[in-house]
């Protein structure tokens, strides 16, 4: 098995140590009471950025860039009432604003006037709006309950994706998953926050497929169109096959993304223009019907998924393998031994309170991968501090 830095090298590696030592810094400079308050307050960053996103407070302010505005003015454009700062029953008062720029989030020009600050900018993008969406409406709830389901279940590592936190939370016994189907506002949340968080394709444009497919590239060993080539499963819209069809768009074969009903009914009828990719229905956890493809893709699926059901995910795929001639493409997060970034054990215990599943590391991949057969060939870290990587796995 080969490893391999990707995207970011070494001006993100930089950043992300000085990242590390600015933190510390601060840790160090804090007394055991200011340390104190930045965990006991730190519910109301959650609560009052969705706040902030619902009236539009941060638009706002991005907007006029570093140009000042009045409480009043706020008030107006945010549609709340600027009589009546000082009651409760309006959200957009000098108390949110005030809690606000004392984390940063805006900035307190005067005594009654506001600005933006960098994070003003950044939780002003989709991406963060839709994420901070999605904490607040899905996950929050169950963060609170945690300490109550750890005690209640003698503080075991849950392996039931239908006894998580989510199920004490909600007082149902469906997965978290089922539960939000039918509750429409929550699997929205999810869908946007997946929708705006889902499109960069880094992890296929880093891959060099060329170098780890080299018979693909051969003129004289060029596939049947009729051949399978590239299999994206559970790919929802189609992003990943798109993005593959675009870094090596000489390969002949069938082009192919996967997914149920549900997801494939938002997918445009024109498929983005191209005729060589094709949307078929299917349930990962049903036996796989398109049989040896050159490659199969599985992004972001597994980790949704505790390791019973992964392994019955993984094995529809290899008995759909041919031998040498099929590879797994896998594009997860690879949790290093330590040092784990905020982004990966953060993401992690989500999936831990919410579905029973996980983030791996790399022991931890080849176990899983293991027991189904296959085995990694190579890895490529694309992202360092994610941990984002792609895992190329052959069966045998």
Same mark, same amino acid.
Not at 52 to 64: E, G, H, V, Y
Not at 319 to 337: F, N, Q, T, W
């Given at each position: 098995m080969q490893s391999s830095g990707g995207a970011g090298g070494v001006l993100e590696e930089s950043r992300q140590i000085l990242l590390r030592a600015a933190k510390e810094v601060q840790y160090s400079l804090e007394t055991p009471e200011e340390t104190c308050d930045r965990f006991c307050y730190s519910g109301l960053d959650?609560?009052?950025?969705?706040?902030?996103?619902?009236?539009?407070?941060?638009?706002?302010?991005?907007?006029?860039?570093?140009?000042?505005?009045?409480?009043? /003015?706020?008030?107006?454009?945010?549609?709340?009432?600027?009589?009546?700062?000082?009651?409760?029953?309006?959200?957009?008062?000098v108390r949110l604003l005030r809690y606000a720029a004392s984390n940063g989030f805006v900035k307190q020009s005067s005594e009654d006037?506001?600005?933006?600050?960098?994070?003003?900018?950044?939780?002003?993008?989709?991406?963060?709006?839709?994420?901070?969406?999605?904490?607040?409406?899905?996950?929050?709830?169950?963060?609170?309950?945690?300490?109550?389901?750890?005690?209640?279940?003698?503080?075991?590592?849950?392996?039931?994706?239908?006894?998580?936190?989510?199920?004490?939370?909600?007082?149902?016994?469906?997965?978290?998953?089922?539960?939000?189907?039918?509750?429409?506002?929550?699997?929205?949340a999810l869908n946007n926050y997946m929708a705006a968080n889902r499109v960069p394709t880094i992890g296929i444009d880093a891959f060099p497929f060329a170098d780890r497919f080299p018979s693909l590239f051969k003129n004289d060993q060029k596939l049947e169109p009729s051949t399978p080539l590239f299999v994206d499963i559970g790919g929802g819209r189609g992003q990943m096959s798109y993005a593959f069809q675009n870094a090596?768009?000489?390969?002949?074969?069938?082009?192919?993304?996967?997914?149920?009903?549900?997801?494939?009914?938002?997918?445009?009828?024109s498929s983005e223009g191209s005729s060589t990719i094709e949307a078929m229905v299917h349930d990962f956890f049903q036996p796989q019907p398109i049989k040896g493809a050159r490659i199969y893709f599985l992004r972001q699926?597994?980790?949704?998924?505790?390791?019973?059901?992964?392994?019955?995910?993984?094995?529809?795929?290899?008995?759909?393998?041919?031998?040498?001639?099929?590879?797994?493409?896998?594009?997860?997060?690879?949790?290093?031994?330590?040092?784990?970034?905020?982004?990966?054990?953060?993401? /992690?215990?989500y999936m831990m309170i919410n579905f029973a599943a996980q983030e791996r590391s790399e022991k931890q991949w080849r176990e899983l991968l293991a027991r189904v057969g296959l085995r990694i060939e190579y890895l490529l870290k694309y992202n360092e501090y994610t941990g984002d990587s792609v895992i190329m796995a052959f069966a045998g």
């Open positions: 959650l609560s009052i950025s969705y706040v902030f996103c619902q009236i539009k407070l941060f638009n706002i302010l991005a907007d006029r860039a570093d140009s000042p505005i009045s409480t009043r /003015d706020l008030a107006n454009e945010t549609k709340t009432d600027p009589n009546l700062l000082e009651n409760y029953a309006y959200l957009l008062t006037s506001w600005t933006a600050s960098r994070l003003t900018r950044s939780l002003a993008t989709p991406p963060s709006q839709a994420g901070l969406e999605e904490a607040f409406i899905n996950a929050m709830p169950h963060y609170v309950d945690l300490p109550r389901f750890l005690a209640q279940t003698n503080y075991q590592n849950p392996t039931d994706s239908t006894k998580t936190v989510a199920q004490l939370s909600r007082n149902t016994s469906l997965n978290f998953f089922d539960w939000m189907k039918e509750n429409s506002k929550h699997y929205e090596c768009p000489h390969l002949a074969g069938r082009i192919i993304f996967q997914d149920v009903p549900q997801a494939l009914a938002s997918v445009p009828s699926i597994l980790h949704d998924w505790p390791d019973a059901e992964a392994e019955l995910i993984l094995k529809n795929t290899v008995d759909a393998m041919r031998g040498h001639d099929s590879a797994l493409l896998i594009d997860e997060k690879v949790v290093p031994d330590m040092g784990a970034s905020l982004a990966s054990a953060g993401l /992690d215990l």
